[in-house]
């Protein structure tokens, strides 16, 4: 059974940082692209970054770019979501995702629906 369990949320005032890790299990995960999304009250879902198999090649958001980095480590089964500078408007569950691709492509990678495995998600409070 696939798992993924998101953890390193909490609260912090802006400007501060966060480091999100997403363990996956029952699965190898190593071929796979992986990514973040977010969901702020009453908002829909939106993407945060994505990672792909090597994690050389990575994507974000346009309103993260600059400030979160994603990063993998395959012998772990994990990816990481380093957030720095954050702001009121970061505040959010954030969940990790695994898509079952090994490429980013930036139409398909950006949308939830394409994403066949979620955890169940972070609790990411920022205080002004």
């Known amino acids: 059974q696939v798992q993924l369990v998101e953890s390193g949320g909490g609260l912090v005032q802006a400007g501060g940082s966060l480091r999100l890790s997403c363990a996956a299990s029952g699965r190898t995960f190593s071929n796979y692209v992986m990514g973040w999304f977010r969901q702020a009250p009453g908002k829909e879902r939106e993407f945060v970054a994505a990672i792909d198999w090597s994690g050389v090649n990575t994507y974000y958001a346009d309103s993260v770019k600059g400030r979160f980095t994603i990063s993998r480590d395959n012998a772990k089964n994990t990816v990481y979501l380093q957030m720095n500078s954050l702001n009121p408007e970061d505040t959010a569950v954030y969940y990790c995702?695994?898509?079952?691709?090994?490429?980013?492509?930036?139409?398909?990678?950006?949308?939830?629906?394409?994403?066949?495995?979620w955890g169940q998600g972070t609790q990411v409070t920022v205080s002004s």
């Open positions: 995702a695994v898509r079952d691709n090994p490429v980013l492509i930036r139409v398909i990678d950006a949308n939830s629906a394409m994403y066949h495995y």
